[in-house]
C-alpha cells in the first residue's frame, strides 16, 4: 500500500494548473489566492433548513468540493481531507449597525480571508442575515470551478426536481481541455507550449490598463456595488454577446 497516494483523488487537469499559478502569483503579491465570489441579495428571508439541506445534497453527490489541494513531487492533486469542513455558514448583524455597511464589510472580510493553499475550502456557502437584508454568498477558488461552474452550482441549489438534480452531472465527460488536447501529437503539443511562452512573454511586456497606481503592492480587496435595471442588463448582454462571443458571456457575467 501506497500511503503518499492513497489520499489522491484525481490529479488536476492542465486548465486547473494555469489557475492554480495565478493563485501563486496573486499569493506572492501578499493577497489571498484566487479567492472568488458570487453574490446575491435576496427579496426575502430563505428557508434556512431547505437551503442548509440541498447544500449537504450537493456536498454528497459532488464530494470533490471537500477535497484539498496538495503538491506531490512536481504534479497538482485534488486529495482526501481527514475531516470534511462545513460548507454553510451563517452571519448575524448585531443590534445597532448600519444593515449595508455589516453586508459589505462581511463580504470584504470573507474574500479578503488568507489561508494556506492545502487547507482553503474549494467552495463555501456564506448567508448573511440583518434585520431588512440577506445575502447570499458563494466563495470558491479557481482551481474549482470558474464563473460558468458556479453559476451551474447555483442553479442545481436552485432546481427543485429531484430528478433534474440527478441529470446535473451527465454525461459525465473528461475535461474539455484534456478532450482538446488529445487530438495534438506530442510534438504539436511540445509547439503549443512554446508558442503560449513566447504570447505570455509579450503580455508581461504591455503596460497594464487598470486605473490604479500600480507601483503599490495590492493589499485588499474592495468593491462598489451598482444595481442596474432589467433594460440595462439586457442591453449590456447584448453588447457583451457582440463584442466577445458566446465563450466569454457563458464564463463571465456583467449586470
Not at 17 to 31: G, H, K, P, S, V
Not at 178 to 203: C, D, E, G, M, P
Request: proline share 5%; hydrophobic share 40%.
Amino acid at each position: 500500500m501506497n500511503t503518499a497516494t492513497d489520499d489522491i483523488i484525481q490529479i488536476l487537469n492542465p486548465s486547473d494548473c494555469f489557475t492554480l499559478a495565478m493563485d501563486e502569483e496573486i499569493r506572492q503579491e501578499n493577497m489571498p489566492g484566487s479567492q472568488c465570489g458570487f453574490a446575491l441579495e435576496l427579496a426575502n428571508t430563505p428557508d434556512i433548513n431547505a437551503i442548509e439541506q440541498r447544500i449537504n445534497e450537493f456536498g454528497e453527490r459532488f464530494p470533490l468540493v471537500f477535497a484539498s489541494i496538495q503538491q506531490r513531487g512536481k504534479r497538482f492533486f485534488w486529495c482526501k481531507r481527514k475531516q470534511h469542513y462545513p460548507l454553510f455558514h451563517q452571519h448575524h448583524a448585531p443590534d445597532a449597525v448600519d444593515e449595508a455597511d455589516f453586508h459589505k464589510q462581511t463580504v470584504l472580510t470573507l474574500l479578503n480571508h488568507r489561508q494556506a493553499r492545502e487547507t482553503v475550502p474549494p467552495l463555501e456557502f456564506h448567508l448573511i442575515q440583518s434585520a431588512a437584508k440577506n445575502t447570499f454568498l458563494m466563495r470558491w477558488i479557481h482551481p474549482f470551478c470558474d464563473a460558468k461552474g458556479a453559476d451551474l452550482i447555483l442553479k442545481y441549489l436552485c432546481t427543485d426536481d429531484a430528478e433534474q438534480r440527478l441529470r446535473f452531472d451527465l454525461p459525465k465527460l473528461e475535461p474539455l481541455v484534456s478532450l482538446q488536447l488529445a487530438k495534438y501529437k506530442w510534438w504539436q503539443k511540445v509547439q503549443l507550449f512554446i508558442k503560449a511562452k513566447r504570447h505570455i512573454t509579450q503580455l508581461d511586456t504591455l503596460q497594464s490598463i487598470i486605473h490604479a497606481d500600480t507601483s503599490k503592492a495590492p493589499e485588499r480587496l474592495n468593491f462598489h456595488t451598482y444595481t442596474l435595471s432589467i433594460e440595462q442588463t439586457q442591453a449590456i448582454n447584448k453588447l457583451a454577446r457582440q463584442q466577445v462571443g458566446l465563450t466569454g458571456t457563458s464564463l463571465y457575467y456583467i449586470g
